[in-house]
């Protein structure tokens, strides 16, 4: 799905990541921790090209990153569902057209039921003609949750998709990704959140990737 | 979706064209400029049109309106009229000369006395039709070497003065055709300025469709709906009122017909209809250009 070989970022010159080896294979479940600053937002944006490596290659879904053009990278953005760390919606449209937005801008037709199922599954019917700004932190999140699940991505990269919710919102959205684990989508959460790591790997055969010292390894079994 | 004259303007509230916020202010200037300048481009067609008309009329007066006329005693007419033929053969700027026949004098001077004239009985002098070329020959040089060659010839000329007024004619409608596509040229720069303001207005909006997988083109396809929608019915606008303003022009026919309307005449008043979609047209244009060009740059 995604491999880095030998991948390094850098942010104007100051190396951030380096000597990043990794696959993330089909249907697999990753969390990716670290201490703040450390990188977690610079490695997922790297996993859907909003940035390009500095160092090494990486491939996303059999396709390498650097020569790519302009609209195969908007392609893979379909094929990619992102939940932003900062929650970008469109302030002039309501929450539900927003969800929706993945679909409308590739053309594709909307199924208003399918909407509000999944607007019911992160607990936000009633908010579906709300706009933006008129929203929660939480329900934000959960929004940006349903916006990238939308298209049936094969790759769900979640940043902190629970940075704003409590526990029993939380669990509900782990839950989601489990469910969509299942189904056989490949996921990767961003989180400092033990405890939820720890109620996933009930679950699921799910792996912690740790960034640490510019480096990602592979975490142990006792995390 | 509801499809009016151009396949690429269509209007609807389609979600394409709500991705972009609405912007009023910039929206209702492009529409008055469009306006503006649609109102002007009427003008500068009925200038064209007008002026185009008139040269043509005074080009095809012009065309057969020289003769020289020999009056010369009996005997020496057709030496004389051998004479002026060879000069005028000789002149730069004449296309040809011929002596008319007898009947073709006749039938010139019918409108005036009508066709019981007893002409064969008239001393009629002989008459050479001169026909120019489009650039003419030099009347007082002609003259003087008539006066040498056949003194009994006599130049007349009389529509010639009309010549620099058809240059002139020419030339106004030349600066119609250039102020046409001056205003076509101000109306791109203006939509192009107004789309790179909206565009640079709008930029987080663009990142966030980037990153739900928008293309540049679909990106582009919202701005440049709105914008060539401004541009038309801002065109519209100012069409009508301009075309409204030429029809109210006093008409101008005075006697002798030096100055024809200056507006439009028959079909021509279907010209100003061309203008809107014309003006749709550059609006796509120019804001599909700046849409690109700047989502190139906008990484
Ligand atoms: N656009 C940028 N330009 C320059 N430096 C940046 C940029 N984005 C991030 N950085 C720096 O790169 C480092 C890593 O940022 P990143 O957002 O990847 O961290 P993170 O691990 O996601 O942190 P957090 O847990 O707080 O979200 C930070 O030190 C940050 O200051
Ligand atoms: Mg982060």
Redesign the pocket.
């Known amino acids: 799905m995604i491999e880095f070989h030998d991948a390094g970022y850098g942010?104007?010159g100051r190396e951030?990541l380096t000597e990043m080896t990794l696959s993330l294979a089909p249907g697999s479940f990753h969390f990716l921790t670290?201490?703040?600053?450390?990188?977690?937002?610079?490695?997922l944006?790297l996993c859907y090209r909003e940035l390009q490596a500095t160092a090494g290659r990486v491939s996303i879904l059999g396709q390498d990153t650097r020569d790519m053009g302009r609209d195969e990278v908007a392609q893979l953005r379909r094929k990619i569902g992102v939940v932003h760390?900062d929650c970008q919606f469109l302030d002039h449209l309501s929450l539900g057209e927003n969800v929706a937005l993945p679909l409308t801008v590739a053309d594709r037709p909307r199924d208003d039921q399918d909407l509000v199922d999944l607007l019911a599954w992160v607990g936000l019917t009633e908010q579906i003609k709300a706009k933006p700004p008129e929203l929660s932190g939480g329900e934000r999140q959960r929004a940006a949750l349903a916006r990238a699940v939308i298209m049936s991505p094969d790759v769900i990269l979640a940043?902190?998709p629970t940075g704003n919710v409590d526990w029993e919102m939380s669990l509900r959205l782990l839950q989601l990704l489990i469910e969509l684990n299942r189904m056989g989508k490949t996921v990767v959460i961003?989180t400092?959140d033990m405890h939820l790591i720890r109620q996933a790997k009930s679950q699921v055969p799910a792996r912690v990737l740790r960034?640490s010292n510019r480096r990602i390894q592979q975490a142990g079994a006792d995390l | 979706m509801k499809t009016i004259l151009l396949p690429f303007l269509t209007f609807s509230e389609s979600a394409q064209g709500r991705v972009v916020p609405p912007s009023g202010f910039t929206a209702r200037l492009t529409v008055l400029t469009a306006a503006a300048m649609a109102f002007l481009a009427v003008f500068a067609l009925a200038l064209s049109l007008a002026t185009g008309r008139l040269a043509e009329r005074w080009g095809n007066e012009l065309a057969r309106a020289s003769t020289v006329r020999i009056s010369a005693p009996e005997d020496q007419v057709d030496a004389q009229i051998k004479a002026a033929l060879d000069v005028l053969n000789t002149t730069p700027g004449v296309a040809s000369a011929r002596v008319l026949s007898r009947d073709e004098e006749m039938a010139l001077l019918e409108p005036w006395f009508g066709p019981s004239l007893p002409v064969d009985t008239l001393p009629l002098p002989a008459l050479i039709e001169v026909i120019e070329t489009a650039e003419g020959y030099d009347g007082e040089g002609l003259r003087l070497r008539l006066a040498g060659e056949a003194p009994g010839a006599v130049l007349d000329d009389h529509s010639r003065w009309r010549r620099p007024l058809i240059k002139a004619a020419s030339r106004l409608r030349f600066l119609g055709y250039v102020s046409l596509i001056l205003i076509a040229g101000v109306t791109a720069g203006m939509i192009t300025l107004a789309a790179n303001a909206a565009l640079a207005a709008n930029a987080q909006v663009i990142r966030t469709l980037r990153l739900v997988g928008a293309t540049d083109s679909y990106i582009a396809r919202a701005f440049e709906r709105r914008f060539t929608l401004r541009g038309f019915t801002g065109a519209v606008i100012g069409a009508f009122f301009g075309t409204v303003a030429v029809a109210l022009l006093p008409s101008a026919q005075l006697e002798g017909g030096f100055l024809t309307g200056l507006g439009f005449s028959g079909l021509q008043w279907f010209w100003p209809c061309v203008i809107p979609p014309l003006a749709g047209f550059v609006a796509f244009l120019a804001t599909r250009f700046a849409a690109l060009q700047t989502l190139r740059r906008l990484m």
Do not use: M, R, V
């Open positions: 942010y104007g951030l670290g201490p703040s600053g450390t990188g977690k937002t610079t490695f944006k760390q940043d902190e961003a400092h960034i």
